[in-house]
């Protein structure tokens, strides 16, 4: 009963929004769609809320299709879209217990299922949700999706532009729901939160560069990278962007990513290089490739 | 040789009632430096970054900014600093020519002026096929890029970025900062706050603001050094739990 996606499209008049998309998301899984603005993701979710209707292709959720039974799935999932979408003029608690009367609940029954995230924000209960914090105004939007016990979970772009402390906690949170048994897919331009998912599919343009468990993706990169580092990291970049063996150079935390056209090299040659062109301090030593490594090579195909 | 400082920033406060949101802040930031502001949400970060560009009056405390005083100089502040937020990207129904032109005009250069630093940019960016496309049209890295060259246009000592490459792919996020870095060597001061910690490791020296107060301001290694971690994420982490 999670989510069965087979070669879904849409465009928008001229723009291919999504290109022949097919996945699956299993019952009780946490999946991830990776991918940075314009790839497609806030348009899958559209489809699978049934608020989108596909040019091609079929969708289940929770064992209904997105286009026949769509009163069954609205019933069924909840929606967290990634533009803050409760009533502004409506307090905190007013917006729960209107989203609870909706789907014919109450928030006593449910209660369970939010009382973690809803104790949090339950000391500003009578503030109106437009004078919320970012952080406070997502866990009541994730309480307000939760609170007719949904089967699957959709959540569209949650942490984008929070701070890593509220980010951290959020994802602890998905971690919780999921061990209640509720299937959850959550998109993310942050490529770190991958690696918090049991399985994800990398997107871009429309189309899915990779789906499989965020291990294996790392697994499958081909190459060696290594870490360099000097003292002007501009130089650096520079340098190494016209030396002749490069494959690719891209910054990464207090290093490069380097990897190199050969399938072995002498580390002593690309220091000599680098010490020739005047640079210092360096350092180079190979390190593992992390999901953003892997999305920048099949990015680039 | 002395570096000269192009932001002096002495016990700067900003109150909203009986509410602080930015509690006596002191730093400076170097010529040429890329200065990385950071902090959680709600930190302060944003009210801080107002008075430094010269849209919000402090409530106490001193500032200078490319060497204008913060209550009494502010349009000279406005016209020697670049200002690029994530939110703003330029006009979407000019082309890119338009918006370069337009913005040139709004910063006062002259018309030969302008049609250099058009042509410059056109070819740095390599956009060359799409200079006379609506802006709308493009995708939201190019975008960016192009919305960080106009906040250069004018040449300001120092350019300030609120979030530049937030939903940004990791390759244009990585080009993005290859400008950053190339405007720096340029003796362009960087002013710069993100979300993502990898970008943290970027920056020269990094701030980090938690309730109002500067609580930490060093390089990104001794910073690691100091809280005894392996990134910067780990630092923010750190930093901003032991408060609760």
Redesign the interface.
Known sequence: MGISISNISKSYKKVKAVQNISFDVNPGELFGLI?????GKTTIFRILTTLLIPDDGTAKVAGFDVVTDYKAIRKSVGYMPGRFSLYQDLTVEENLTFFATIFGTTIEENYDLIEDIYVQIEPFKDRRAGKL???MKQKLALCCALIHKPKVLFLDEPT?????????EFWEMLKRLQKKGITILVST????EAALCDRIALI?DGEILEIDTPEVIVNKFPKTIYNVGAHN???L?KTLQSYEHLYSV?????FVHYTDKRDSFETVDLKSYLEKAGLTDIIIEVTQPNI?DA??EL??K | MKVENVIEVIELTKTFGDFTAVNAISFEVKKGEIFGFLGANGAGKTTAMKMLIGISKPSSGTAKVAGFDVFSQTESIKKNIGYMSQKFALYDDLTVKENITFFGGIYGLTRKKIKEKREQLVSELGLENISNKLVGSLPLGWKQKLSFSVSLLHEPKIVFLDEPTGGVDPITRRQFWEMIYKAADQGTTIFVTTHYMDEAEYCDRVSIMVEGKIEALDTPKKLKEQFKVDSMNQVFLKLARNIE
């Not at chain 1, 991918?35 to 790839?39: R, T």
């Not at chain 1, 891209?250 to 207090?254: D, I």
Request: neutral net charge; aromatic residues 14%; charged residues 30%.
């Open positions: 991918g940075p603005d314009g790839a914090s970012g952080g984008t532009g929070v701070d890593p402390v509220s980010r951290k331009p942050y490529m770190d871009q990291r501009y130089k970049i891209f910054p990464f935390g207090e953003e999305f920048m990015a680039k």
